[in-house]
């Protein structure tokens, strides 16, 4: 994958991970530009795609396109950045996973309803939304 692509999807992403909306600037690690349909299900190279995504995001999602349902146990597609809108899936809950951290709790003010990923600065991450 050629930089300017890499580039052309982190500009359309805002530099946030399309699935959680974290900010690149809240993570030491760069993030992922992924392929939404992977490689070894016929996904392409092409920019319609790709998505940026955080480490944990990528690594939850891998090549997969479904997942189970927790509360149905029914087989459903997982979420398609350029099809599907992210509000239609996912909403800012606050620190509904905070438990899972023993540090500075009123530091950790959102979390992804995909991978978890918790957000430090509610600032960076609402503004996205
Ligand atoms: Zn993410």
Known sequence: ??????QFVRQRAEDCCE????????VDATFH???IIALQH???GDPSNLA???????????PNL???????GAIVLLFHPRQEGW????????PTRANRWSGD???????????????????????RL
């Open 1 to 6: 994958m050629d930089s300017a692509v890499r």
């Open 19 to 26: 699935y959680c909306r974290l900010p690149q600037e809240a």
């Open 33 to 35: 530009v992924e392929h």
């Open 42 to 44: 016929d996904g392409t």
């Open 52 to 62: 940026l995504a955080c480490d944990r995001c990528n690594l939850y999602k891998g």
């Open 66 to 72: 479904t997942g189970i349902d927790s509360e149905t």
């Open 87 to 94: 509000r239609d899936h996912f909403a800012f809950r606050g």
């Open 105 to 127: 709790l009123q530091s950790h003010v959102g979390a992804c309803g995909f991978c978890g990923q918790v957000e430090t600065s509610q600032s960076k991450f609402s503004a």
